[in-house]
């Protein structure tokens, strides 16, 4: 689980410097605290619910995919990668 949300983290990091957001700016537009964007980016955030998540990913244009554990990435996830 810390795995994941560590790369849940990364991804939501690349995309708010890709828009130049501070992590304070995404906070105050979000109504959360600085702390917690930054938690949520190092994968070190205690207790995160869904909803929070969703909108932090909803507001930078991120979506969440839920796939079986160990399965090998789908065509469709290569050819976003190629052009990421």
Do not use: C, W
């Not at 995309?15 to 304070?24: D, N, Y």
């Not at 065509?75 to 990668?81: D, F, G, I």
């Amino acid at each position: 689980m810390h795995f994941m949300l560590f790369t849940i983290g990364q991804h939501i990091r690349e995309e708010r410097k890709k828009r130049r957001l501070t992590q304070a700016e995404l906070a105050r537009a979000l109504s959360m605290s600085r702390t917690t964007v930054g938690q949520i980016e190092n994968g070190t955030v205690k207790d995160i619910g869904v909803r929070k998540l969703v909108r932090i990913l909803d507001y930078l244009g991120l979506t969440l995919r839920v796939r079986p554990a160990g399965a090998p990435p789908t065509l469709e996830e290569l050819r976003e990668e190629v052009h990421e």
